[in-house]
């Protein structure tokens, strides 16, 4: 019949037929083959569906359709504004084996809880329909920070200005808070403070972090690390990402808290006193791990002096990104002793005495952990006209046994400010001064908890005072008569880790250990 439409299947293509004549299709009639019908093109451009934070440095992005390898795996086709943490940028972006329409991206540094935008362009799909230029996608980061307040006050907590009214631990909370959402920071936030009745680490919460710093570096490796003390760099960021500008006049914060998050007895009278008859348990903000960060004296201070808040994010975080870098092993001794270095204990009899004395003994320590180049050690100390870092060859980088870095380089070292503490044993273990009694020095006795360390420094250049004096006379004496220049091992980022003006200690002090450098 002319004119009827009927399909016939050849090659395994189905083709539509008009009946005319000049074909013989199924039936006997005469039939033409008409066009067949071709997919349709696609001109659709790929869009963003969504983007997941897997972690402080990776990121998922999904897309509405399957993407040309080589457009997604372009790292220059990806930005993250804003920069809160400077240079962070795309690493690496590996296209999904599985669902070629997902994207996994690795940051060079780690993200705040906060808003970001991730913007695209030139990303393709398969028939390379290109996205539209600069599509952007919001989304929040998922770790925990915590920082230190820019804002200062005295005791009475009532009297800060983000305070919100109120006063007591209350307070502390809401000055956090505020400071926290004034800077963009997502989440809640508590003061690690302690009262007469409450104890931080159940008001920060047993199971809330690991922390970074608002700089990016990680605060802690683990969440149980907050609460033996084991930091492992101060505690000096604002929620702004910076360090205050008066850090250095206004030095402490209030806490009332030991190091493992215990409320101890001098709290201002539960947070509502000004007066300087009442006492506060203040932390020192360039202190890295141990006691002094959180309880840096035997003392109290005046409640009329001012000083500033520790806030932490609550809430469970993702692992912390990667800290460990490569360099030259340094460390503290896990062994104290007089300024007699010949003489310490556990040393074998015949050690040499001296600024040789006190090579050995480091070389003992490494050598006692398994440190492989453990006969490369100096003690990092002054004697007679000689400078303490010049006994030193190696222009470093220098990391202590946990991995963390402490200086890159010569310069870095000699600053008298190091990116974190040297409170870490041999062993990789924070140190903590097991006798907390005074150290008897040229001033009376001397109540910071602090495990310090021979050095016989007069600044932070390295340099030995006048004449050679305050070396425990070139490091042989252990008598009260004589007197030895001494560090603070748990302060980095000041001088106090080389020396303390006008201080200096007792030779007969059994409570000092050595600073030991890995050289070449």
Not at 11 to 39: D, K, M, V, Y
Not at 238 to 261: C, H, M, R
Not at 291 to 306: L, Q
Not at 369 to 383: P, R, T
Request: charged share 20%.
């Amino acid at each position: 019949m002319k004119g009827k439409r009927n399909y016939c299947l050849i090659r395994g293509i189905f083709f539509t037929l008009f009946c005319f004549s000049s074909w013989h299709c199924g039936g006997g009639q005469e039939n033409f083959i008409g066009a067949p019908i071709l997919p349709a093109t696609d001109t659709t451009a790929p869009e963003f569906v969504r983007v997941t934070v897997t972690g402080y440095l990776s990121l998922d992005v999904e897309f509405s359709e399957p993407l040309s390898q080589a457009s997604t795996e372009n790292i220059g086709n990806y930005s993250i504004r804003p920069d809160k943490v400077a240079g962070i940028a795309v690493s690496s972006a590996k296209q999904d084996s599985s669902n070629p329409s997902i994207v996994h991206l690795i940051l060079t540094k780690p993200m705040l809880p906060m808003e970001y935008k991730l913007t695209v362009k030139n990303i393709a799909d398969t028939s390379e329909n290109l996205i539209l230029e600069n599509s952007q996608s919001s989304f929040v980061g998922n770790g925990k920070v915590a920082f230190l307040t820019a804002a200062i006050g005295n005791g009475k907590l009532a009297s800060w200005k983000d305070s919100g009214g109120v006063g007591g631990l209350a307070a502390a909370d809401n000055i956090c808070q505020a400071e926290a959402t004034q800077a963009g920071l997502k989440g809640d936030f508590k003061a690690w403070l302690s009262n007469s009745t409450a104890d931080a680490k159940d008001r920060i919460g047993l199971n809330s972090g690991p922390w970074i710093r608002t700089d990016g570096f990680p605060l802690t490796a683990t969440s149980e690390d907050l609460f033996k003390g084991e930091l492992l760099v101060p505690l000096m960021y604002s929620a702004n990402g910076e360090v205050p500008a008066n850090l250095k006049d206004a030095n402490g914060s209030f806490t009332n808290t030991n190091f493992k998050g215990e409320r101890m007895t001098a709290h201002c009278d539960n947070w509502t006193s000004d007066s300087s008859d009442q006492g506060s348990t203040t932390g020192y903000n360039l202190g890295s791990g141990g006691e002094m960060w959180t309880s840096s004296s035997t003392t109290s201070t005046g409640c009329d002096i001012s000083y500033r808040l520790y806030c932490f994010q609550m809430g469970q975080g993702p692992q912390v990104p990667d800290f460990k870098a490569e360099g030259k092993i340094v460390f503290m001794t896990s062994s104290t002793g007089r300024g007699d270095m010949k003489n310490w204990p556990n040393m074998p009899l015949n050690s040499p005495s001296g600024i040789a004395g006190a090579d050995e003994i480091c070389k003992k320590h490494a050598e006692s952990v398994g440190l492989k180049s453990f006969e490369k050690f100096k003690a990092l100390i002054s004697g007679g006209s000689q400078n303490g870092f010049a006994r030193l060859t190696s222009n470093g980088p220098w990391v202590l046994t946990n991995g963390v870095k402490i200086a890159n380089n010569r310069t870095e070292l000699t600053s008298g400010k190091l990116f974190t503490a040297i409170n870490r044993t041999e062993s990789g273990k924070v140190a903590f001064r097991a006798n907390k009694v005074p150290i008897a020095t040229n001033i009376g006795l001397f109540n910071v908890v602090a495990n310090f360390v021979w050095t016989g420094m007069a600044n932070d250049k390295g340099d030995s005072y006048s004449n050679g004096t305050f070396t425990c006379n070139g490091w042989l004496d252990s008598t009260s008569l004589q007197h030895g220049g001494m560090g603070a091992a748990d302060i980095g980022a000041s001088e106090g880790w080389l020396f303390f003006p006008i201080v200096v200690v007792k030779c007969d002090q059994p409570h000092l250990s050595l600073y030991c450098f890995e050289d070449e």
